[in-house]
């Protein structure tokens, strides 16, 4: 059990993007099931949106790969492995009644991850992919609304819920995190507002590091410097009893020379919540880390 000494800042230990590794036939063949997939649920990808010419990025990087050409630079791999990360969080819901608006979101809308435009369907991409990775660690946990998400925690905590927050600029953060907060009213403090921060990071820039630990490290830093810059508002919602904390996400795609291959994307996920927070706040939030970290 925690106690009033424990850390308020965790940095959650996950399967990250360069435990695997996929061949661009794999990629491509992926994409294109979660085009058929789509297609299946009446959500047609045209070739002529904004996803459809994404998608098409994976096929094309293959078709290049075979035929031993260099026509395609690192852009080209960027947008694929894009095409990628959407269609697996698609995949993973298109079965869900509950996420059909999220991904009927994303199909209308630009998805181009490298770019620094608002979006809705990026917005619904960050509740797909965390609740995609939550699964992937063997978490409970499902889609609820409000606030987004709801995790279990089991019979003596129960029900937990995450509110999803997609970061464009640092000077929304205040107005997203009251929404968040409003989002959890309903559990009563027991939740957290889960912020994701790919959108701050340099457009279209890729992280060049020597090692992995290095990416993740630089990712953590980044995490932190967030959670430094609001720790006031974040502090005073705890205390106040209106959430345990916030979740912060990062991930970026990153040139690790010591690692083959070394095109790779990375994430960090960090928890935080506050020095002073209350036993029962420290209980939950141990209740969290050990699900996601026993994956």
Not at 20 to 35: K, L, N
Not at 79 to 85: H, I, K, M, N, T
Not at 242 to 249: E, K, L
Request: glycine share 8%.
């Amino acid at each position: 059990m925690l106690t009033h000494a424990a850390p308020s800042l965790i940095r959650l230990h996950a399967v990250e993007r360069s435990d695997r590794v996929s061949t661009y036939a794999e990629v491509a063949a992926f994409v294109d099931q979660c085009r058929s997939a789509l297609a299946a649920e009446g959500l047609e990808v045209k070739p002529n949106s904004a996803l459809g010419s994404l998608f098409a990025k994976a096929g094309r990087l293959n078709k290049t790969w075979i035929a031993g050409t260099d026509a395609e630079d690192i852009a080209t791999l960027i947008e694929a492995d894009e095409a990628y990360r959407i269609a697996e969080a698609v995949v993973a819901a298109i079965e869900e009644a509950e996420a059909r608006e999220a991904i009927r979101r994303i199909t209308k809308s630009d998805m181009r991850l490298s770019f620094r435009q608002p979006s809705q369907g990026k917005d619904a991409l960050w509740e797909l992919s965390l609740i995609a990775f939550l699964r992937s660690r063997g978490v409970p946990v499902g889609f609820k609304d409000p606030p987004d998400l709801e995790i279990y925690l089991g019979d003596s905590l129960g029900g937990y819920g995450v509110a999803c927050k997609k970061v464009y600029s640092l000077d929304s953060v205040g107005k997203q995190f009251s929404k968040g907060l409003k989002q959890i009213e309903p559990y009563q403090g027991c939740g957290l507002v889960a912020f994701n921060l790919d959108d701050l990071i340099e457009e279209r820039s890729i992280l060049v590091t020597a090692t992995r630990s290095a990416a993740g490290d630089t990712l953590a830093r980044r995490n932190q410097a967030f959670i430094e810059r609001n720790r006031l508002r974040f502090q005073e919602a705890v205390m106040a009893g209106r959430c345990d904390g916030v979740w912060v996400s990062s991930c970026a795609h990153s040139d690790i020379g010591g690692m083959s291959p070394r095109f790779n994307r990375i994430t960090e996920n960090t928890l935080w919540t506050g020095t002073e927070a209350g036993l029962g706040t420290k209980i939950r939030l141990d209740a969290v880390r050990r699900l996601v970290e026993r994956g």
